[in-house]
C-alpha cells in the first residue's frame, strides 16, 4: 500500500513536470506538432489561423498581429550589410538550414540555453524583421501562453548609434489568450552599447557589425553600437494595468524593472568591404544577440498575450544623425519550471496526495473492523 501511495503522488508530481517547457514562437506549420520550423513569418505576424505557437494551449492565441512599416530581409542584405568573409565565404551562414535563395527550415541555439525557430517564409528564406520608416509602429507578435517564465528575443541594431535608447519592447499580459481588457504591459526602454572604439560594456543591443582597424573609412563606423553588451542589467521599466505590482513594480515609470541578460548567439564570422552607409570600406565581426526578460513569478496565472518591438528613431528622417535600425530575428518563451508550478498545481497535487491516505485509512479500519 505504502509503495502504491508513493507512487500515485510521485505521478501527480511528474505531471505538473510535463507541463513545463521552453516554446520557440512560430515553430509549428499548421495545427501540427510535426511540421518543419518557420519562426516568425508573415502569416504568423498577420493572421490569427496561422498563430500556432500556443499550441501546448489548445491552440489559442492572440488577436491578430501587426507588421506595418516593419519589413523581412535577408541577413546578408541587410543585418549584415552584404558583407564578404575575408576566408572566402560568399555569405553568412548564420543558422542552420540557412539559404540566402530556398525556403529551407532554419533554427538557432543561444549561447544563453535557448533554441529559436528561424523566419523562413514562402517566397525565399528571409530571416529578419526590420523597421526604419517615418511611421515607427509596434510589430506585434501574437503569443498566448499561459504563466510563462521568462521570455527570449534576437535582437540587433543595423545602425544603432552608441549609447542611445532606440529599441522599446512591450510585453502584454491578460486573463486569457487573446484579451482586450484588463490588460497589464510591460515596456521595456532598452539601450544601445557603447561604441567600440570606446571599450567597456553597457546597454542591453548592440549593431550587428562590429567594426575594427583604424583610419578614416571606420570613424563612423566605430561611434555605432558595436561594443560589449551587459551580461546582466534592469533597464528602465514603464508599468500600466493591474498586475504591476505582481512584477515587483509600481504603475508608472521604474528606474529598474525586469532583469535581462544579453548572450551571445551568432558570432566569428569576420567581414571586409561591407556597402551599407555607414559601413563602407569597413572590416569587423558580425554577431547576433539574444536578450531574456526574467518575468520570475509575475507572470502566474496570467497569459502573455502579445510580445510588441518597436524602434522609436526615424532613420529616414535623420539620416546618419543618430542611425539606427532595430531589427528582430526571433522570439522564444519559457514556461514555469517544474520546481516552481502555480499554486493553484500544487493545490491538486496535494489534494490527490489526500485522497490518496484517505482511501488507505479507510482500508486500515475496514481490516481491523473486520478483525475484531
Not at 94 to 115: D, L, P, R, V
Not at 118 to 144: C, F, K, R
Not at 249 to 259: D, I, V
Not at 292 to 308: D, E, Q, R
Request: negative net charge; glycine residues 12%; aromatic residues 8%.
Amino acid at each position: 500500500m505504502t509503495r502504491l501511495f508513493i507512487g500515485s503522488a510521485a505521478l501527480l508530481v511528474a505531471s505538473v513536470a510535463a507541463s513545463a517547457g521552453q516554446i520557440e514562437i512560430g515553430q509549428y506549420v499548421g495545427n501540427s506538432s510535426s511540421g518543419a520550423t518557420q519562426g516568425l513569418t508573415s502569416n504568423y505576424i498577420t493572421g490569427s489561423a496561422s498563430c500556432v505557437g500556443a499550441i501546448f494551449q489548445g491552440n489559442t492565441c492572440a488577436t491578430t498581429g501587426s507588421k506595418t512599416g516593419w519589413s523581412e530581409a535577408n541577413y546578408n542584405t541587410s543585418l549584415f550589410s552584404s558583407a564578404t568573409s575575408t576566408s572566402g565565404t560568399v555569405s553568412p551562414s548564420a543558422y542552420t538550414g540557412y539559404s540566402a535563395t530556398s525556403t529551407s527550415a532554419g533554427s538557432q541555439a543561444s549561447g544563453g540555453g535557448a533554441n529559436f525557430a528561424m523566419i523562413n517564409d514562402t517566397s525565399g528564406t528571409q530571416n529578419e524583421w526590420s523597421a526604419t520608416t517615418a511611421t515607427q509602429p509596434i510589430l506585434t507578435i501574437p503569443v498566448g501562453i499561459l504563466d510563462v517564465d521568462s521570455a527570449w528575443l534576437m535582437l540587433n541594431n543595423v545602425w544603432g548609434q552608441a549609447n542611445q535608447q532606440n529599441t522599446d519592447v512591450y510585453f502584454t499580459f491578460g486573463s486569457t489568450s487573446n484579451a482586450t481588457a484588463g490588460l497589464t504591459v510591460l515596456e521595456e526602454e532598452l539601450v544601445n552599447a557603447p561604441a567600440t572604439s570606446a571599450g567597456g560594456s553597457g546597454g542591453q543591443v548592440q549593431s550587428a557589425l562590429s567594426c575594427l582597424g583604424t583610419g578614416s573609412a571606420f570613424a563612423i563606423c566605430q561611434n555605432l553600437a558595436g561594443g560589449a553588451t551587459l551580461a546582466s542589467s534592469t533597464p528602465v521599466t514603464i508599468c500600466s494595468g493591474p498586475a504591476c505590482a505582481d512584477f515587483g513594480l509600481s504603475s508608472g515609470t521604474n528606474a529598474t524593472g525586469l532583469t535581462v541578460n544579453t548572450s551571445g548567439v551568432y558570432t566569428g564570422f569576420q567581414y571586409t568591404n561591407a556597402v551599407n552607409l555607414d559601413y563602407v570600406n569597413t572590416s569587423g565581426n558580425l554577431q547576433l544577440d539574444d536578450q531574456k526578460f526574467n518575468f520570475g513569478t509575475g507572470a502566474a496565472g496570467l497569459y502573455l498575450v502579445s510580445i510588441g518591438v518597436q524602434e522609436t528613431h526615424d532613420l529616414l528622417t535623420n539620416g546618419n544623425a543618430n542611425d539606427s535600425a532595430t531589427v528582430l530575428s526571433a522570439a522564444t518563451i519559457d514556461t514555469y519550471a517544474a520546481s516552481t508550478p502555480e499554486p493553484s498545481t500544487w493545490m491538486l497535487v496535494m489534494s490527490g496526495v489526500a485522497l490518496l491516505g484517505i482511501g488507505r485509512l479507510r482500508r486500515r479500519f475496514a481490516a481491523a473492523s473486520s478483525r475484531s
